[in-house]
């Protein structure tokens, strides 16, 4: 399984961002589907999740309202809506996949088994 991310690149705040992660393999129907970011000097931390169906969505805190996930699991795709970008948002974005069916989707980085290789996101201010 790989998993490809791809649409960061350099905004300006308040401008919007649509990230997408590609998933090869099989079975993407059956990963619940998360979206996390490190920032220079930070930590990995969890952004979005999305279960297998698509029924479910969680955020964190610092998102909700301006970030949206979402998938097509005809096209194996998974992506994140991003408006109002913050210079705060600037990180590197990863997608992941978790073979698990968790209902909601995991936030700790360990439930996943799967990960992208990021691409970069700058907000500039």
């Known amino acids: 399984v790989q998993l490809q991310a791809s649409g960061g690149g350099l905004v300006y705040a308040g401008d919007s961002l649509r990230l997408s992660c590609a998933v090869s393999?099989?079975?993407?129907?059956?990963?619940?589907m998360g979206w996390f970011r490190q920032a220079p000097g930070k930590e990995r931390e969890f952004v979005a999740g999305?279960?297998?169906?698509?029924?479910?969505?969680n955020y964190a805190d610092s998102v909700k309202g301006r970030f949206t996930v979402s998938r097509d699991n005809n096209h194996d795709t998974v992506y994140l809506q991003m408006n109002s970008l913050k210079p705060e948002d600037t990180a590197v974005y990863y997608c992941?996949?978790?073979?698990?069916?968790?209902?909601?989707?995991?936030?700790?980085?360990?439930?996943?088994?799967?990960w992208g290789q990021g691409t970069l996101v700058t907000v500039s201010s």
């Open positions: 992941a996949g978790d073979v698990s069916p968790r209902f909601p989707a995991a936030q700790a980085m360990g439930a996943y088994d799967y």
């Open positions: 393999g099989h079975s993407f129907g059956t990963y619940v």
């Open positions: 999305i279960t297998r169906g698509g029924k479910s969505t």
